[in-house]
């Protein structure tokens, strides 16, 4: 069975620290892997999309790594923000005849605190 | 930057009652979806919607939902009788064929509420 899973559940942290997200999965066949943030009642925005050849990609203060082999992927956010307070939420894509199917984690909700 | 756009918000209904959710992409893309978020729960794929048809739909996507691209710019998702349980967000996503990682831009949203 196609399946996202993500740890912590939940993480409060301090404003200026760095934090990093974890996720697992058994997507098959894989196409890529993408981390979104979805802040409380909004749609998700895309942070960074890697497929199974890249392990790391930057956007900013976001770095994601992946390893194809262990099916394993990390999301780093470093010099947190109040603003970083949100769901994050690791995404495996399916390649289907269809184009894509987008298969969700259950999200890392981060709380930034002062 | 173009972005996807939802109506309503907010919509309220009745157990029982059809429902439109109205969603206009972003004007080059060519793939549709719309995924729904029960709360407190994770996004689900719903349908994908490719060339005037649906290219794929998940096992929630029963006969009570069906979607339309009515015209040029809607792309609509119908539910024909809501259940309690059809209470989530709903949320729409397109993306141009052309896109080498298939990104999706998500709407904001819509919280159905069924009475």
């Known amino acids: 069975k196609n399946q996202v899973e993500q740890s912590p559940q939940s993480l409060i942290i301090l404003e200026g620290k760095n934090c990093t997200l974890q996720c697992n999965y058994t997507v098959s066949p894989f196409s890529n892997l993408r981390w979104y943030k979805q802040d409380t009642g909004r749609g998700p925005v895309s942070l960074t999309i890697?497929?199974?050849?890249?392990n790391t990609k930057s956007n900013g203060r976001y770095t994601a790594t992946l390893d194809a082999d262990t099916k394993q992927s990390s999301l780093h956010i470093t010099a947190s923000q109040l603003s970083d307070s949100a769901s994050y939420i690791c995404?495996?894509?399916?390649?289907?005849?269809?184009?894509?199917?987008?298969?969700f984690g259950t999200g890392t909700q981060l709380k930034v605190e002062l | 930057e173009p972005e996807v756009t939802q109506t309503p918000s907010h919509q309220v209904t009745q157990m029982g009652q059809e429902v439109i959710l109205r969603c206009v992409p972003i004007s080059n893309h060519l793939y549709f979806y719309w995924y729904r978020q029960i709360l407190g729960q994770k996004v689900e794929f719903l349908v994908s919607?490719?060339?005037?048809?649906?290219?794929?739909k998940s096992e929630i996507f029963d006969d009570q939902f069906s979607v339309e691209r009515p015209d040029g710019s809607n792309f609509t998702l119908k539910i024909r009788s809501t259940k309690l349980e059809d209470s989530a967000m709903y949320f729409c996503a397109s993306r141009p064929r052309t896109a080498p990682t298939y990104e999706q831009y998500f709407g904001p949203g819509t919280r159905l509420t069924v009475t």
């Open positions: 890697m497929t199974f050849s890249e």
């Open positions: 919607f490719y060339n005037n048809e649906i290219s794929e």
């Open positions: 995404v495996v894509t399916i390649l289907t005849g269809g184009g894509n199917k987008l298969t």
